[in-house]
């Protein structure tokens, strides 16, 4: 029980002691916790995707070009092809 109370105070110190060294520090001119909030908002406004996000979007991508290929004796279009080298560009 002591060893619990005893790293629950080790915890909360270290806690603290992180948060009064953010707004503290400076770098470039801007707190630590500046910079953190500034990377906070640029990645709300960036749409940041999940993997599976990722994963679900190729497929679809994919799959709507392979539907438009013909399959057998003739080659992908010059259209299809330079459609599926800009998916393989953009993932």
């Known amino acids: 029980m ?10 909360v110190f270290f806690a603290l002691l992180v948060l009064v060294l953010g707004n503290w520090v400076r770098f470039d001119g ?13 990645l709300d406004k960036k749409d940041v ?5 990722v994963t679900e979007k190729v497929t679809q991508s994919v799959k709507k070009i392979t539907d438009r290929v013909t399959f057998g004796n003739s080659s992908p279009s010059k259209k299809e092809r330079e459609e599926l080298k800009e998916l393989i560009k953009k993932f």
Do not use: E
């Open 49 to 53: 995707k999940s993997p599976g996000q």
């Open 2 to 11: 002591l060893k619990l109370i005893g790293w629950m105070i080790n915890t």
């Open 30 to 42: 801007k707190t630590v916790s500046d910079h953190v909030k500034a990377k906070m908002v640029w």
